[in-house]
Every structure is written in C-alpha cells, then in structure tokens.
T-cell receptor, first 116, second 116 residues
C-alpha cells in the first residue's frame, strides 16, 4: 500500500521558471516530511524538510508548502536552473508516539528537467 | 569528511549465487537502513537496524539478509531467492539521539546489482 503519492512523474521547465512537485499522504501519524534530491548514479541528499506545525518553509529558492487538513505538501523551486535537473523524492516519517520505528516512506519520485 | 561508503559501485551475480553489499559509516549514527530503488519507483525499505546486533524487516525483506555486528557496518546479502534482475541498492544512516527531532537520513552513493 503506497502511503505517499507523488506527482507528476516527470516535469520539464524552462530556465527561470517555477517547478512544482506535489505529494499526498494518508497516515496522520506522519510528523516529518523531507524532500530529497538525487542526481544520476548518486544517493539522495536531503534538500529541505518540514514539520506539520508550520504551513511553509523556505530555504533559498526551495519552498515547502504544507496543508495539514488536506494531507498534502509540495515543493516549489523558484527560478529553476539547469543544475536543478535531478530526481526529487518526497518522504514522510511516523512520529515516536506511533510506537514504531521512525523509518521513512518515500514517494515514487519526479524527474525534473530544466531546459537552458 | 564523515559519510557513508558503499561498495562495490557495480556488481554482477549469477543466478543461484549469493552476494554481499558493503555499507560503512563514520558518522557515529545509531540507525542504519537498506533501500532498494527500482527504475521509476521510489525507495523501498529492505531492512533497518537501530542498534548493534538487532535489526528489523522492512517492506521487501524476502530474499535478503543483514547483520549488524559493529555500529559502523551494516552489510546486506542478496540471496539466490531474490529474483529482481537489476536494482540500485542504497544504504542510509541516521542518529536516534536528541529526542523527537528532525533527524535526516544520510545516504551512500549506492550499488547497482545485476543478474547475469
């Protein structure tokens, strides 16, 4: 059962444009939502993360928007650059109170291509 | 520099053969994880370990085995029962200290395993 649904599967954006990737989750026990960036042949690297007690977090050109009631969160990349071309994964982690180990559940990934 | 080292980068195995993938971390992290990444899919958890000499099955543990004899090492054995032809295996680690804090998982650069 996929607990984190990510869309779109692929995205092409012109340089300078805004890239938007969306994720939706079902499990209300999730309490930490990171985004990872992965380049070909490399492991994912943490890009930005948010907790559900805030609605938005911004780090440079990257912003997470979080809608707790809708159980959705999204990554916005402003002024997209060719160097941003990579695969992006959203993820979610259950809280300590859920009584389970705090491993991550990942979305299926979005392949972003930024055209020069 | 602290990090996670996975070896080898590429590995081929014959049907009926068991192979072992290495994962070493010098981040002094308590928890270690193994994920499998299939083309066009997200990361799926194979096994994880929160403490030496203890580990738990993830979502796709069938055909795999692990050991955790040292804090810094978490090798994964892919047995002949595992039929996936080609996959990218990622090792990760995270600290469990600091209570309910945002502890990201750090990833190695992966091993690509193919069946001949």
């Amino acid at each position: 059962q996929q607990q984190v649904k990510q869309s779109p599967q692929s995205l092409i954006v012109q340089k300078g444009g805004i890239s938007i990737i969306n994720c939706a989750y079902e499990n209300t026990a999730f309490d930490y939502f990171p985004w990872y960036q992965q380049f070909p042949g490399k492991g994912p690297a943490l890009l930005i993360a948010i907790r559900p007690d805030v609605s938005e977090k911004k780090e440079g050109r990257f912003t997470i928007s979080f809608n707790k009631s809708a159980k959705q969160f999204s990554l916005h990349i402003m002024d997209s650059q060719p160097g941003d071309s990579a695969t992006y994964f959203c993820a979610a982690r259950r809280g300590i109170s859920s009584g389970s180990a705090r491993q991550l559940t990942f979305g299926s990934g979005t392949q972003l291509t930024v055209l020069p | 520099d602290g990090g996670i080292t996975q070896s080898p980068k590429y590995l081929f195995r014959k049907e009926g053969q068991n192979v072992t993938l290495s994962c070493e971390q010098n981040l002094n992290h308590d928890a270690m994880y193994w994920y499998r990444q299939d083309p066009g899919q997200g990361l799926r958890l194979i096994y994880y370990s929160q403490i030496v000499n203890d580990f738990q099955k993830g979502d796709i543990a069938e055909g795999y085995s692990v050991s955790r004899e040292k804090k810094e090492s978490f090798p994964l054995t892919v047995t002949s029962a595992q039929k996936t032809p080609t996959a990218f295996y990622l090792c990760a680690s995270s600290t469990l200290r600091g209570g309910d804090s945002n502890q990201p998982q750090h990833f190695g650069d992966g091993t690509r395993l193919s069946i001949l």
